[in-house]
Every structure is written in structure tokens, then in C-alpha cells.
């Protein structure tokens, strides 16, 4: 069934999706540092490390038409889905420090009860899928 279901999705819509999450989460981080003044932690520095190429990378992908950019955008939305989710752990654990030597585990920010790196995580998980049923629809 769940193959059904991936064949019947247009892989350009899943394309524009992934790039649509990805420029949406890049604006936010640059709003909440440049906008807002936050200034964020080294585990941050290093998912925008890993977001922002993402915004180009599905952004040519979708206007050349490009399916197959799965094996470019998964390592770097899976390392960065695990770097979110370990800086949400350090905000849940009172770790107070990350191993970074920063203030990672300070909550800066909660937007509709979630703190930036949840909504980090959310973004790369939801990217992660995407082109995870790109690579589900080539195979």
C-alpha cells in the first residue's frame, strides 16, 4: 500500500515541497538572528551549516527537474535531523552546557511551544522524507 501511495505522488511536487521547507527554514534562522538579535549556538551554526545548501541544492534540483538529488540532500538533512535532535536533548536534560562549549542547551526562543532546534528538527525530518520518497519512487 505505502508503495501505491508513493508512485501516485508527482515527484516535482515533492521537490517543491523539500525546497519550500528548506527556503522557510533558512528565513527563520537568518530572522531570528538578524531580525531578532538571537545569537546562536555552535550546535546551531552547524545545522545552518547543513540547512542552507539544502535551499539551493532542491531549489536547482526542482527547476532542472533533478529526482534523482536524493543521494546530495540526504546526508546532509539525516546529519542535520541528528544534530537537532541531540541539541533538543540537551534543552530536555538540564546539561546546562553542550560539549561544543557553548550555551546550547539554553532556550532562547519557544514559538508555539517549541524551541528553535525542535523546529530545526522538524524541517530536516520533513526533508529527510521527502526525498526519501524520491528514493522510494526511483527504486
Do not use: K
Request: proline share 4%; charged share 10%.
Amino acid at each position: 500500500m505505502t508503495r501505491r501511495v508513493i508512485e501516485r505522488l508527482d515527484p516535482h511536487a515533492l521537490l517543491a515541497f523539500g525546497a519550500l521547507v528548506a527556503a522557510v527554514a533558512t528565513a527563520g534562522s537568518l530572522y531570528f538572528s538578524l531580525g531578532m538579535g538571537l545569537v546562536p549556538c555552535d550546535l546551531c551554526w552547524y545545522q545552518r551549516v547543513l540547512m542552507y545548501p539544502l535551499v539551493v541544492v532542491l531549489g536547482v534540483a526542482l527547476l532542472e527537474r533533478r529526482t534523482g538529488v536524493y543521494r546530495t540532500v540526504l546526508p546532509l538533512s539525516v546529519g542535520g535531523a541528528a544534530l537537532a535532535a541531540y541539541h533538543s536533548w540537551l534543552q530536555l536534560s538540564s546539561a546546562g552546557r553542550c560539549a561544543f562549549d557553548g550555551g546550547c542547551a539554553a532556550v532562547q526562543l519557544r514559538v508555539v511551544g517549541l524551541s528553535i532546534p525542535n523546529l530545526s528538527l522538524i524541517a530536516f525530518v520533513l526533508i529527510t522524507a521527502t526525498v526519501a520518497m524520491l528514493w522510494a519512487d526511483r527504486r
